[in-house]
């Protein structure tokens, strides 16, 4: 969503400016174009020869250059800017903002700015409670600021307390998240994600290699995209943290289906992009399966039950259920048959038989199969780029 976007990144005097490059770096790869406005004291803790470099444009900090004695106009930087960020933003830049004392080229640009404004205060924890430094906040929030609250954690001085700048990957969401359109804001999704696990005994069970990565790609798209998402997940080793993202974790396939029933009938959307193992052993063991007391024991299966298609019997007219099928081949064929059985409006369809889609693997490729058969083929992207499309699907042909 950076893609192409102007951002001014002000960076001002705190130890935390170490952190400005990381996210410079994570702007800049995002597409963005970014231009580095520091303060004099900013220089003391990073060097415009950093910055530079990391952002492929000189480092504007005075008023004029020493050199040329040419003009850095904040007018036509405040002008050219998509957003500002100021991260790290110390107490003292941020009560010149708030009170409009401009004496350095950031406090001038940011006076100047006519787009959103995005700071991210650092500072020890006691001048971050300071009634002052509370009360200059308030005043940015009321001219439309958006703060990006500090983290609790070690401070430079080793106290510990509220003060710590927000970490770069962080500010970088609250941007990327500020220019994401919000398409399904109002709708309520519900993702399952990950393997299911059919207990044999306390210390067996039978499962699958889903990892959650794809589901948990799409639950955090859709919440980019302003959605509120109950997230059904099988158990992985992964997480997501995202407001609007509620997991709600289970173990078997019935649990999942409990939890997604539960879900199913305040729900706008469903993707149901679990692993669902298709069959449990009949009853677990209480006690673990001793080796040395029997023979080698028989496992009696029975069937699970098929959660999408139990959605698809009880969907209302209006509400869209999408289905994943994971085929190894007659795909297109596999794949229109559980889209007849299971009463889905959509199947995304990947293939182990493609290299890089799949179990565990960071990307996919995919085919988006409608109910009346028409089918939209993708190349092997990552599966956050995967869960864009599946949600642009979504939202276009519905
Ligand atoms: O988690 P990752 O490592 O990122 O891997 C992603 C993935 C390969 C798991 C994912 O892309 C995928 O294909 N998920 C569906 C896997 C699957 O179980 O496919 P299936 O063809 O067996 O099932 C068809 C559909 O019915 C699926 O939507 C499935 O969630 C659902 N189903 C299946 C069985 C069952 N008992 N209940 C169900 O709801």
């Given at each position: 969503?950076?893609?192409?976007?102007?951002?001014?990144?002000?960076?001002c005097?705190?130890?935390?400016?170490?952190k400005?490059?990381?996210?410079?770096?994570?702007?800049?790869?995002?597409?963005?174009?970014?231009?580095?406005?520091?303060?004099?004291?900013?220089?003391?803790?990073?060097?415009?020869?950093?910055?530079?470099?990391?952002?492929?444009?000189?480092?504007?900090?005075?008023?004029?250059s020493?050199?040329?004695?040419?003009?850095h106009?904040?007018?036509?930087?405040?002008?050219?800017?998509?957003?500002?960020?100021?991260?790290?933003?110390?107490?003292?830049?941020?009560?010149?903002?708030?009170?409009?004392?401009?004496?350095?080229?950031?406090?001038?640009?940011?006076?100047?700015?006519?787009?959103p404004?995005?700071?991210?205060?650092?500072?020890?924890?006691?001048?971050?409670?300071?009634?002052?430094?509370?009360?200059?906040?308030?005043?940015?929030r009321?001219?439309?600021?958006?703060?990006?609250?500090p983290?609790?954690?070690?401070?430079?001085s080793?106290?510990?307390?509220?003060?710590?700048m927000?970490?770069?990957?962080?500010?970088?969401?609250?941007?990327?998240?500020?220019?994401?359109?919000?398409?399904?804001?109002?709708?309520?999704?519900?993702?399952?994600?990950?393997?299911?696990?059919?207990?044999?005994?306390?210390?067996?069970?039978?499962?699958?290699?889903?990892?959650?990565?794809?589901?948990?790609?799409?639950?955090?798209?859709?919440?980019?995209?302003?959605?509120?998402?109950t997230?059904?997940?099988?158990?992985?080793?992964?997480?997501?943290?995202?407001?609007?993202?509620?997991?709600?974790?289970?173990?078997?396939?019935?649990?999942?289906?409990?939890?997604?029933?539960?879900?199913?009938?305040?729900s706008?959307?469903?993707?149901?992009?679990?692993?669902?193992?298709?069959?449990?052993?009949?009853?677990?063991?209480?006690s673990?399966?001793k080796?040395?007391?029997?023979?080698?024991?028989?496992?009696?299966?029975?069937?699970?039950?098929?959660?999408?298609?139990?959605?698809?019997?009880?969907?209302?007219?209006?509400?869209?259920?999408v289905?994943?099928?994971?085929?190894?081949?007659?795909?297109?064929?596999?794949?229109?048959?559980?889209?007849?059985?299971?009463?889905?409006?959509?199947?995304?369809?990947?293939?182990?038989r493609d290299?890089?889609?799949?179990?565990?693997?960071?990307?996919?490729?995919?085919?988006?199969?409608?109910?009346?058969?028409?089918?939209?083929?993708?190349?092997?992207?990552?599966?956050?780029?995967?869960?864009?499309d599946?949600?642009?699907?979504?939202?276009?042909?519905?």
């Amino acid at each position: 969503m950076l893609k192409g976007k102007h951002i001014i990144l002000g960076i001002c005097g705190g130890i935390a400016a170490y952190k400005s490059a990381t996210l410079l770096r994570l702007l800049v790869k995002a597409g963005a174009e970014v231009q580095v406005v520091i303060t004099p004291a900013g220089k003391e803790f990073i060097t415009p020869v950093t910055l530079s470099a990391l952002s492929g444009k000189p480092v504007v900090s005075e008023f004029f250059s020493a050199n040329t004695g040419e003009w850095h106009s904040h007018v036509d930087l405040g002008l050219w800017a998509d957003a500002m960020v100021i991260a790290p933003a110390t107490a003292s830049s941020i009560a010149k903002m708030a009170h409009g004392v401009a004496d350095n080229m950031l406090i001038t640009t940011y006076l100047s700015a006519k787009a959103p404004v995005f700071v991210a205060p650092a500072m020890d924890l006691d001048m971050m409670a300071h009634p002052s430094t509370v009360a200059n906040l308030e005043l940015l929030r009321s001219y439309g600021c958006h703060i990006i609250e500090p983290a609790e954690g070690e401070l430079a001085s080793h106290l510990v307390g509220k003060g710590r700048m927000e970490e770069p990957e962080k500010i970088f969401d609250v941007l990327d998240d500020f220019f994401t359109p919000k398409d399904l804001a109002g709708r309520r999704v519900l993702i399952t994600a990950g393997p299911t696990r059919e207990r044999i005994d306390p210390v067996r069970y039978i499962s699958n290699y889903s990892s959650g990565k794809m589901g948990y790609a799409i639950a955090l798209e859709a919440a980019r995209r302003g959605a509120d998402v109950t997230l059904v997940s099988g158990p992985v080793s992964i997480g997501i943290d995202h407001p609007r993202v509620r997991v709600v974790s289970v173990e078997s396939a019935r649990e999942m289906l409990d939890a997604s029933m539960a879900a199913w009938p305040e729900s706008d959307v469903a993707v149901m992009c679990a692993a669902v193992a298709d069959y449990a052993p009949a009853s677990a063991a209480d006690s673990k399966i001793k080796r040395e007391h029997q023979d080698v024991p028989v496992l009696h299966l029975v069937k699970n039950p098929d959660i999408a298609a139990t959605l698809g019997q009880c969907k209302r007219p209006g509400q869209i259920l999408v289905g994943f099928a994971l085929e190894t081949d007659h795909e297109i064929d596999n794949a229109a048959e559980k889209i007849r059985r299971k009463g889905l409006d959509a199947i995304v369809l990947n293939s182990l038989r493609d290299a890089g889609a799949g179990f565990g693997v960071d990307t996919n490729k995919v085919t988006i199969i409608a109910a009346d058969g028409t089918s939209t083929p993708y190349p092997l992207k990552p599966k956050a780029a995967v869960a864009a499309d599946i949600i642009d699907y979504i939202t276009t042909k519905n």
